[in-house]
């Protein structure tokens, strides 16, 4: 059942079709999928003194894919009568990766993080009865997170087991072979 409140000039406000908590939650959440680490990671990995091509172009895919997320999730704000508060972007911790060892890890801890806050913003909204928003968390999210989860750990496993980042060889193969081959399955 929607519930019309009163507006300023005595008609009824638009009703919205979020609850309280979850339309908060859908703001909050915006920014943790939309953070540019991946992004800096790109750049980051394309400068002349690193110059890891493979690396690079794979930060700047998940950076796009991350972008996509938030878009797809201000949509359906918009749709349901809600309203996007977006948050300050904080830089990320590292402005020097170091390695892509160092640079994967941090962004599987990152796709752990995000995991978890659409674990939990679907557990709001099962709480809150909204068979909608836990259809569309299943259905556009849940899924991809773990395939990115298993793609990123995998990548920290091989990089360890080549030697990385003592071996400043094992990053460049890895970027080559590994990296560069995904652009050949895609």
């Known amino acids: ?86 948050q300050d972007i904080k830089k990320p911790d590292y402005d020097d990766w170091e390695s892509g060892l160092n640079a994967m890890e941090c962004a599987l801890h990152l796709e752990k993080n995000v995991n978890q806050s659409l674990l939990e913003l679907h557990k709001l909204a099962t709480d809150k009865n909204d068979p909608h928003l836990c259809d569309f968390i299943e259905t556009h999210y849940l899924n991809e997170q773990v395939k990115a989860i298993k793609e990123l750990g995998d990548h920290v496993t091989n990089l360890r087991k080549m030697g990385a980042p003592e071996s400043g060889l094992a990053e460049y193969l890895f970027d080559k072979h590994t990296l560069g081959d995904s652009d050949n399955e895609s």
């Open 1 to 86: 059942m929607l519930r019309l409140e009163k507006g300023s000039l005595g008609r009824p406000s638009r009703p919205s079709c979020l609850s309280v908590d979850c339309h908060s939650y859908l703001s909050l959440g915006i920014p943790n999928i939309t953070h540019s680490v991946f992004s800096f990671q790109s750049y980051y990995f394309d400068r002349d003194d690193v110059a890891l091509k493979n690396f690079a172009k794979y930060f700047l895919h998940q950076s796009h894919e991350e972008r996509e997320h938030a878009e797809k999730l201000m949509k359906l704000q918009n749709q349901r009568g809600g309203r996007i508060f977006l």
